[in-house]
């Protein structure tokens, strides 16, 4: 099974600043079609989980430009580029490569 | 509006079985596979199951190989996850998810979350 690693545990960010999350896989999520299969999902306290980024990149339907994905083969990130208040939450990332599907620990981002 | 409803979950007894439902509607379900995740009480996201659109392909977490067994009615618009032999660990808010159709291309991502259904397994 891939084993997926998020780091760090947790961060706090003032609002208005970046924050970046990173996503280690144990082995490589590039496809042969030159796609990478990782997925990042935020959930909101109290909520479910929704979808922000797929194949690495791609923003879902709805997600600010603040939010963006990056990263290759075994190494990935979220970043945003300018944190507000309703950002908070636990965010993991995910591998959709191959079953089992597996997601890193998670995240949580708070407000300082 | 797309959106997937989870239904039947309840406290049983280690050992006993229990069956949830997906629920979905506004989308061609046919199309679309069907994930469960669950979510064990303060920790992470785990997940536990997945049915291509069609049933013919279905795939299972670890913990749960050959208790669970995911099944789907597409004359009904409706995914099941039959649970049996529940142990403790198996308490958890248990999630359905569409999958993401991209270009033609049927990708694995969850891009529709229910609100859960909760299940407990206990004495």
């Known amino acids: 099974d891939i084993v997926m690693t998020q780091s760090p545990l947790s961060l706090a960010v003032t609002p208005g600043e970046p924050a970046s999350i990173s996503c280690r896989s144990s082995q490589s999520l590039l496809h042969s079609n030159g796609y990478n299969y990782l997925d990042w999902y935020l959930q909101k306290p109290g909520q479910s989980p929704q979808f922000l980024i797929y194949l690495g990149s791609n923003r879902a339907s709805g997600v600010p430009d603040r939010f963006s994905g990056s990263g290759s083969g075994t190494d990935f990130t979220l970043k945003i580029s300018r944190v507000e208040a309703g950002d908070v939450g636990i965010y993991y990332c995910?591998?959709?490569?191959?079953?089992?599907?597996?997601f890193g620990g998670g995240t949580k981002v708070e407000i300082k | 509006q797309v959106q997937v409803v989870e239904s039947g979950g309840g406290v049983v007894q280690p050992g006993r079985s229990l069956r949830l439902s997906c629920a979905a509607s506004g989308f061609t379900f046919r199309t679309y596979g069907i994930h469960w995740v669950r979510q064990a009480p303060g920790k992470g996201l785990e997940w536990v199951a997945l049915?291509?659109?069609?049933?013919?392909?279905?795939y299972y977490g670890d913990s749960v190989k050959g208790r669970f067994t995911i099944s789907r009615d597409n004359s009904k618009n409706k995914v099941y996850l039959q649970m049996n032999s529940l142990r403790p660990e198996d308490t958890a808010v248990y999630y359905c998810?569409?999958?993401?159709?991209?270009?033609?291309?049927?990708?694995?991502?969850?891009?529709?979350w229910g609100k859960g259904t909760t299940v407990t397994v206990s004495t």
């Open positions: 049915i291509s659109y069609d049933g013919s392909n279905k």
């Open positions: 998810a569409k999958t993401k159709i991209w270009f033609g291309e049927l990708l694995h991502s969850l891009d529709v």
């Open positions: 995910m591998q959709t490569l191959q079953p089992p599907l597996t």
